[in-house]
């Protein structure tokens, strides 16, 4: 979370001012930016989005710029807690991506000499420990490491060297050389199109840039030579391409998506690099967050059906510090930007114990990509909405192509599936209607369908703030089905679970206590009945049935949401890629 943009050249303020309006998926509570003006600096910051900066950023005659998009974690969304912070001195400026985690003990420090903080942020703190270091620019960048714990991507541009310093532990930071000059960014999206190559900074490096170009120290201080990545050319232009926003957009190239993996795994050969690691493993772990866990949810229902190796799905902020028994073990990784926190700290922890890794990510030059034994790709393109879609049903179909191809099948699963998936690219504007006027929803199901109902609820909240909540079908009378009264709308999935009766029998439950139920399926079942009925396409496995079940929740979402009059891209509080615990 928090997104950060330098720029070294001409035009430096506007330049960052384009590359913050690519990191934006990053945060949108405050955005500001500062320049060097002679020996000064000139500074705006401002709650909200982007852009509200844009008009200084436009009028900033500047060639040394540092700007930020901020995701709040310590301190309110206000102007006082945006970034840049100056120095108490006035001699540093400083953005940040992450979290110190001992910044009480130094803002103690920092108030026994009498340095009053204006906000309430860790990274205030930390540009005044910068400051407070003696010697140059690198040497105060050098000691102040020592000090600071937790998680960051650092600029900071100091006034009298009129240089940017860069260091990073945990967070991301990438540099670039354009024909205009140098840039750093939190992602290599904003180097496209404008850059051939790029340059992941070490988490023991210092990077210094200034109009005469860019040096790179190691932890000693010395002087580094480094190798460039080349750019993937390849890389899509983020556009809406006529959608009204990229969540409709995203779901519309689920299709085209299927295509993509059908031909990418087609045959296995791409999946073959990856068996070995599924070779003499008593467990398999598959972590994630939020809708990623989902995925792991999945993944571990289908590879443990062909494997018959014990397969557990893990929350990653919990499974970390909850000392597992990790032993002739395999981690997957599941993650659609490759950066969250949470799952990399796990994924560091299985590197640790020596076990196998493979990350499952839609970013080929993420930090899960680069750390596990293996990577997987899901093929997805750039997703932009904070609300994973897309994303996520490559998720679960790479998972699905993984178990199968391992369980001996070479049969195309995908064949046909890409036009079956567009059936379901609509949704009924009744059930929009009523959905939109309830207090909360509820979705059941079994075995997948169960944690279809999980991902359905988890679309609703995020992006409408309804209140909604996924249940296995059998556990909803175990106490939540208090809250079921007339009308409430219940969601059921019958996705074709060999105990989709049972299902049923709870869909009486919840009906004879006056839920309103729309029935979710291939079919109708007669004597069964139901308020609102999604068809979904016969299908030749289950699997896939569950797979289309989400997609028109994800379009129920994106319209309750529109409805409601928010904005599906941006839901308040929350950013795309979290990459703070
Ligand atoms: O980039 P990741 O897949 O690791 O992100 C994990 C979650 O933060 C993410 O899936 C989140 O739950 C989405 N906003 C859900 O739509």
Redesign the pocket.
């Known amino acids: 979370m928090c997104g950060i943009a330098c720029f070294v050249g001409k035009n430096a303020g506007i330049t960052c001012f384009e590359m913050l309006k690519k990191l934006e998926y990053r945060g949108y509570d405050s955005a500001g930016m500062v320049g060097l003006f002679g020996d000064d600096f000139k500074l705006f910051k401002k709650e909200g989005g982007v852009d509200n900066i844009k008009k200084f950023a436009q009028g900033l005659d500047s060639s040394l710029v540092i700007s930020h998009t901020r995701w709040a974690t310590h301190g309110d969304t206000t102007e006082k807690n945006a970034h840049p912070h100056i120095s108490f001195d006035g001699s540093l400026a400083l953005v940040h991506n992450g979290i110190i985690e001992n910044f009480l003990p130094l803002k103690n420090e920092l108030e026994k000499r009498g340095i009053k903080l204006k906000g309430e942020t860790d990274s205030e703190v930390a540009v005044n420990i910068f400051a407070l270091e003696k010697g140059d620019l690198l040497e105060k960048g050098l000691r102040a490491r020592e000090k600071l714990v937790g998680s960051y991507a650092f600029a900071i541009l100091s006034r009298e060297e009129k240089k940017i310093l860069f260091m990073r532990k945990k967070s991301p930071l990438y540099l670039a050389k354009t024909k205009d000059g140098i840039m750093a960014s939190s992602d290599i999206v904003c180097f496209f199109k404008v850059a051939s190559n790029y340059y992941s900074l070490g988490e023991d490096e210092i990077a210094i840039a200034s109009e005469s170009g860019i040096e790179i120290y190691n932890s000693r201080g010395e002087r580094q030579s480094v190798t460039m990545t080349e750019l993937d050319s390849t890389f899509e232009e983020i556009s809406l391409c006529g959608h009204p926003h990229f969540m409709e957009k995203e779901i519309s190239e689920i299709p085209a998506i299927i295509k993509r993996l059908e031909a990418e795994y087609k045959g296995g050969r791409a999946l073959e690099k990856v068996r070995y690691l599924f070779s003499n493993v008593d467990n398999i772990f598959l972590v994630?967050?939020?809708?990623?866990?989902h995925a792991c949810m999945f993944g571990a229902k289908v590879l443990e059906e062909k494997l018959r190796i014990p397969c557990h799905a893990y929350v990653a902020s919990e499974l970390k510090y909850s000392s597992p028994i990790i032993k002739r073990s395999l981690g997957i990784f599941?993650?659609?930007?490759?950066?969250?926190a949470d799952?990399l700290g796990c994924l560091e922890l299985f590197k640790k114990k020596n076990a196998k890794t493979l990350a499952i990510?839609?970013v080929s030059h993420s930090t899960l990509s680069r750390m596990a034994d293996e990577y997987l790709s899901v093929f997805a393109g750039p997703e932009i909405a904070?609300?994973?879609?897309k994303?996520?049903v490559a998720q679960i179909l790479t998972l699905m192509l993984l178990a199968s191809f391992l369980g001996g099948e070479t049969n195309g699963l995908l064949s046909g599936f890409a036009e079956k998936s567009k059936e379901v690219l609509k949704i009924d504007e009744k059930l929009v209607d009523y959905v939109s006027r309830q207090p909360r929803v509820f979705f059941i199901g079994r075995g997948l369908g169960s944690i279809t109902s999980l991902e359905a609820a988890?679309?609703l909240k995020?992006i409408s703030y309804k209140s909604a909540e996924g249940y296995p079908a059998g556990e909803l009378k175990h106490g939540t089905i208090a809250l079921i009264e007339s009308g409430t709308p219940v969601v059921v999935f019958l996705t074709g679970d060999p105990h989709d009766e049972k299902t049923i029998a709870n869909l009486e439950e919840v009906r004879s206590r006056g839920a309103k139920i729309v029935l979710v399926s291939p079919r109708k079942y007669e004597g069964v009945h139901h308020d609102f009925f999604i068809k979904l396409p016969d299908c030749s496995s289950p699997w896939l049935t569950s797979v289309l079940a989400i997609i028109p929740f994800q379009l129920l979402a994106y319209r309750v949401s529109l409805a409601l009059g928010n904005n599906p891209d941006r839901p308040r509080n929350?950013a795309?890629?979290?990459t703070v615990e």
């Open positions: 994630g967050c939020g809708t990623a866990f599941v993650s659609q930007s490759g950066e969250t799952t990510t839609n904070v609300a994973s879609t994303a996520y988890l679309k995020e929350l795309k890629s979290v």
